[in-house]
């Protein structure tokens, strides 16, 4: 888990094609239409590839609104005939932890969420240039997820709610 949580960390770095132009603050769906999410913005897809295995591949939709502020979804397939992934309280909290250390930052809190109705874990940090930044983390059988929005200014803690408080699983 703690290279995914890199993994992930890293691919908020990488320039990408641009994605679907919703209108701001609309709800858009996944590419794939497993999920929906009022991202406020074209959110751009990326890709990147772990460094722990080539046949994994970490996708993301971000929007930077402004230098500092960022609202991002990130997920990982591991495949049809995968080993269903935990979503313990211990994977996700690892998962935290080395999302935490990777961006250097100040845990301000953790604990057990129910995400759309499966159980995940949110934690929030604020990092050296101030940016509050709060996370959700949730796995289903096949998929590892994060959603996560980065804010600055007065009101970041209720914007990074209502944000991630948006996301919500779709029937195909």
Known sequence: MFYAAVALSLSMLLPAPAGQAPRPGSAVVSPDGDFSIAIPGAPQLGAITTPLSPKLVTRTWSVNDGPRNEYLVSWTEY???ATPLPSSASSTRRTCDALVEARNARLLDTSEVTVDGKPGRACSFT???GRLTKVRF???ETRFYQVMASLTGPGAAEEADRFLSSFKWREK
């Open 79 to 81: 495949g049809k005939n």
């Open 138 to 140: 949730v796995a289903t």
């Open 127 to 129: 990092e050296d240039d």
